[in-house]
């Protein structure tokens, strides 16, 4: 088995970016700048935030975790959970809150460089300090189970690990590979193209290495996201590769059948240079940027505020017995949160009509506060979410 970092070449495309892949990086940049255009940044905040629970189910179910997004929401509202149903819950809250510390990190201009063993031992420390204890070990091939360190590489003495047909370098070699692998990507991220194409190709690469006992999928899938936004493309945090790859272009198992094609050999002098098939890196990051392509649209058309408005209102107005509620609702969309005492003006009714219609919001969950006396934002409330955001979880129409 070959044990030099040359082993994960070629890493992208060096000579020339193949046109379908220039192609769709231009294609996914002009798509992102559509999301949540026209949204208040609050609103978009809100959105993100449940995107971010997407995301982690989504990223759970790729592991064969199926989680309830209410269970997830459940864990991270801190409340009392089933004990069946704990595990899965808290591991899922685990994933929301690594998420959510990249984005602020990000927002605060303090993001390590995502393919650093800085950034990706963090993400694995943050995420595993936070699993439940049920996940904290991993089980080897003769049935051994260890306790997984968190943010701890594998090094030399640690137990070897195969990933199905696949035997990742050798442990004593990870820290070899891992900066080899950082130094490649980035010279990749130098064009906007190559800082696009190379969220697909590294994450396979990362995978390839396999650097922790365990958690590699995930900490990939995190990693992905983070290079979303350094390449200019994360939308706000307003759509998630994850779900992507979970459901696939054709079904389920493409992701599985993409990431073994990446894996193949070289196959002749016209394969590229390097240890690994440069076709089969070509066809993987094909697959990987048209999936990301197609989320970003659906996010876009998803979250488009007149979309989202209109969606809103028909709920409200079968919900809710006051013909002013809609208007309400849909001022605080468009401007992202609203002072208790200019709902009158909103509204133009008197104080006390526009606070009785504010209380059947509030109390009905579609809009919250901190407390009595401060501004109320939108919510969305569990109950309603598939009518609001059709097809996140489900396949459904979204409606005219």
């Known amino acids: 088995m070959l044990e030099t970092p040359g082993r994960i070449e070629p890493c992208f495309f060096e000579d020339q970016i193949p046109a379908t892949l220039a192609d769709l990086s231009v294609e996914i940049q002009r798509e ?16 993100a935030d449940f995107v971010r629970v997407m995301n982690c189910y989504y990223s759970n179910l790729i592991e064969g975790h199926n989680t309830r997004p209410r269970d997830i929401e459940r864990a991270l509202a801190g409340a009392e959970l089933e004990e069946e149903t704990r595990p899965l819950a808290l591991e899922a809250r685990a994933h929301v809150i690594v998420q959510r510390a990249i984005d602020e990190r990000h927002r605060a201009g303090s993001l390590p460089r995502p393919t650093s063993v800085e950034f990706l031992t963090w993400v694995h420390k943050a995420f595993y300090d936070e699993m439940p204890d049920e996940f904290r070990v991993v089980e080897f091939a003769d049935g051994t189970r260890e306790p997984i360190i968190p943010g701890h590489m594998r090094q030399g003495g640690d137990r070897e690990v195969a990933v199905g047909r696949h ?13 080899h692998f950082d130094r490649r990507f980035q010279i990749a991220a130098r064009s906007a193209s190559g800082r696009i ?5 590294a994450h396979h690469r990362l995978n390839y290495i396999h650097p922790f006992p365990d958690g590699n999928g995930r900490v990939s899938r995190l990693m992905s996201h983070a290079m979303a936004f350094t390449a200019g493309i994360g939308g706000e945090g307003l759509w998630s590769v994850s779900r992507g790859l979970a459901r696939g272009l054709t079904d389920r198992g493409d992701y599985k059948r993409m990431m073994d094609l990446a894996d193949s050999a070289r196959r002749g002098d016209r394969d590229g240079r390097g240890n690994l098939s440069e076709a089969a890196l070509k066809t993987y990051c094909e697959w990987f940027l048209t999936v990301a392509l197609d989320q ?17 209102r028909r709920l409200v107005e079968d919900t809710i017995d006051d013909k002013r509620a809609p208007d309400l609702m849909s001022a605080v969309l468009r401007h992202g949160k609203l002072d208790r005492g200019e709902a009158h003006i909103v509204l133009k009714t008197s104080e006390r009509t526009a606070r009785n219609t504010l209380k059947q919001l509030t109390s009905a969950g579609y809009l919250i506060s901190p407390s009595p006396k401060t501004p109320v934002r939108l919510a969305f409330p569990l109950d309603y979410r598939e009518r609001l955001f059709p097809n996140l979880f489900t396949d459904a129409d979204l409606p005219a």
């Open 32 to 47: 992102a700048t559509r999301l949540g255009q026209g949204l208040h940044p609050d609103s978009a905040a809100e959105l």
């Open 167 to 179: 035997l990742p370098p050798s442990s004593p070699r990870v820290a070899a590979f891992m900066d």
């Open 197 to 201: 194409i190379a969220i697909a190709s």
């Open 296 to 312: 970003i649209t659906f996010s876009a058309k998803l979250f488009d505020l007149g979309g989202l408005d209109k969606r809103y």
